[in-house]
């Protein structure tokens, strides 16, 4: 049997704020489906295992140059 482990206050924060910038880093669908995916991760607000995947995407977003517009 696994223990849940809630986040704790800086991982909801890290994971909400990659969310809105996902749709900045890859506009369109794709951006649209990760930050939907990491607001339903801190909604949810507990850690399933060590750092796994779900951070890494926080990591990754996170770390990654903003898409330039045609406009900018």
């Given at each position: 049997?696994?223990?849940?482990?809630?986040?704790?206050?800086?991982?909801?924060?890290?994971?909400?704020?990659?969310?809105?910038?996902?749709?900045?880093?890859?506009?369109?669908?794709v951006g649209e489906l990760l930050s939907r995916e990491l607001l339903s991760w801190e909604e949810f607000g507990y850690r399933l295992g060590s750092r796994g995947l779900v951070m890494g995407i926080v990591d990754a977003v996170m770390n990654a140059e903003i898409a330039q517009t045609e406009a900018a």
């Open positions: 049997m696994s223990v849940l482990n809630p986040l704790d206050h800086h991982e909801r924060m890290r994971l909400r704020a990659a969310a809105f910038r996902a749709t900045r880093v890859y506009p369109g669908p």
